[in-house]
């Protein structure tokens, strides 16, 4: 008599008891239904590091944008700096534009609008990060549960025919750690993916503090009444825009 039969003898289950029917259930379901959802997680992973990449393509910082708005606060203050970063689609330019268009208020105003636009936008740029991050922590798990699945029908089958030998159960073992196999080639580029993007987003993130920065320090260094006069063309600008 073989070990998994000895085991299954060794052991005898209630007809009707829970354990009973988790037994049943396990050897129902199997370990296919892991490698279809393992299958559809990897799709979704795929669509969403598509749409991120497409994202963050979009969304790209303007070359040398630091910088122009700094001499461009040095030459012709907020008013000719806010006109560079209009329309722009990056967390930079956001940044620019809430700083510059507050200018006038103080350097509290324009620091707690850098920090708010900051995190409004970090919103944005995370977003489904962490659908990737947590597939790449779990996927092996659910790779090892349809693995565990398959051992015990394998081990079941083999208990109850025990004349096909241990071939049998070798057979269903190997298919059973397909799962755990899929579940790693699924983790790993989920993982990878995440720790790209989420190295962007602190890039990005600190391309945008240091835009903040800038445009405080030009209000601390300039006077309260040239911000004002200084900002008045660019409220003129975007009045004209609306009209």
Do not use: C
């Not at 049943?24 to 992973?45: I, P, T």
């Not at 241990?166 to 799962?179: D, K, S």
């Amino acid at each position: 008599m073989t070990l998994p039969t000895l085991l299954f003898a060794a052991v005898p289950v209630a007809e009707g008891s829970l354990d009973a029917e988790l037994l049943d259930l396990m050897l129902r379901v199997g370990s296919r239904w892991v490698l279809w959802l393992l299958l559809g997680l990897s799709l979704f992973a795929v669509a969403v590091a598509l749409e991120r990449l497409l994202f963050f393509f979009l969304e790209r910082r303007p070359a040398d944008l630091q910088a122009r708005v700094a001499t461009a606060l040095k030459t012709g203050g907020p008013a000719v700096a806010l006109q560079l970063v209009v329309g722009a689609r990056s967390m930079e330019a956001a940044v620019a534009r809430a700083a510059l268009s507050a200018v006038g208020q103080g350097g509290d105003s324009v620091s707690e609008l850098v920090s708010a636009t900051i995190e409004n936008e970090r919103l944005r740029y995370e977003r489904m990060l962490a659908f990737l991050g947590t597939l790449g922590n779990n996927a092996p798990f659910v790779g090892l549960f349809g693995t565990v699945l398959g051992i015990i029908r394998a081990f079941h089958d083999l208990a109850s025919n025990s004349a096909q030998g241990a071939q049998a159960v070798m057979a269903g073992i190997a298919e059973a750690l397909v799962a755990t196999g899929v579940g790693l080639l699924v983790a790993l580029p989920a993982v990878a993916m995440y720790n790209l993007f989420a190295r962007h987003v602190e890039s990005v993130v600190s391309s945008a503090t240091a835009m903040g920065h800038t445009v405080l320090a030009y209000v601390k260094a300039v006077p309260a009444s040239q911000q004002a006069v200084a900002t008045e063309p660019a409220k003129v600008a975007r009045a004209g825009e609306v009209n």
